[in-house]
């Protein structure tokens, strides 16, 4: 089975990274903390998986977030640093929309993927939402609570659970990874 080396310190992603790349052998990788300056989602996936470069065969990195129309797209790249906890995070979502602004909002996800000494690839994954009028469900972790995919059928991505697997941002990023690692050989 192909290694695959996931730089994350967060354990629900590693969890649903597994479920996803069922196929290979995820290993986690502590890069310890990185300082997630980039602009872009796509910018701060490669400066994780940099972090952890020659570590396994193909090492990865992701970096997501919550983008909300009418919060002009925040809470976005700062989407881990919105608050100090879940909980947190998801009230201020709540707050800042009470006024009426747009709820809707996507999720958004970019993989980097290292393998060898060859350049890095970035594959990202989208999943257009609304956000509820309060949260719902207990599975998932971050915004999951408040995030309700168009697509479904009124479930939050916390009373989803598992099944979010099937239109999720991070699902799509790493269906495409997947897919490059079995149609390319290592260039390295
Ligand atoms: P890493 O160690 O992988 O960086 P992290 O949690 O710090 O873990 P990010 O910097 O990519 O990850 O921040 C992403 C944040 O966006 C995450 O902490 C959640 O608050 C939110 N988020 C991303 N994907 C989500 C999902 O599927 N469900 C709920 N919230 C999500």
């Not at 290993?27 to 989602?41: K, M, P």
């Not at 509820?132 to 168009?150: H, S």
């Amino acid at each position: 089975m192909m290694r695959i080396g996931f730089a994350t310190s967060n354990p629900h992603k590693l969890a649903e990274v597994r479920r996803l790349l069922a196929g290979f052998d995820v290993v986690a990788l502590d890069v310890g903390a990185v300082d997630e300056t980039g602009e872009t989602f796509a910018e701060n996936a490669c400066i994780k998986a940099r972090a952890a470069r020659g570590r396994a065969p193909v090492v990865v990195a992701e970096d997501s977030g919550l983008e909300v129309d009418g919060l002009r797209g925040a809470p976005g790249v700062y989407s881990a640093r919105y608050a100090a906890t879940d909980a947190g995070r998801i009230d201020r979502v709540l707050r800042e929309l009470a006024g009426g602004a747009s709820r809707r909002a996507r999720f958004v996800a970019a993989v980097c993927a290292l393998r060898g000494d060859g350049e890095p690839r970035v594959f990202e994954g989208v999943v257009e939402g609304v956000i509820a009028p309060e949260p719902r469900g207990d599975a998932g972790f971050g915004y999951d609570p408040i995030f309700i995919p168009l697509e479904g059928d009124g479930r939050t991505f916390a009373e989803l659970g598992a099944e979010k697997d099937r239109f999720s941002h991070r699902a799509r990023a790493f269906a495409k990874l997947a897919t490059w690692l079995t149609t390319t050989t290592s260039s390295a």
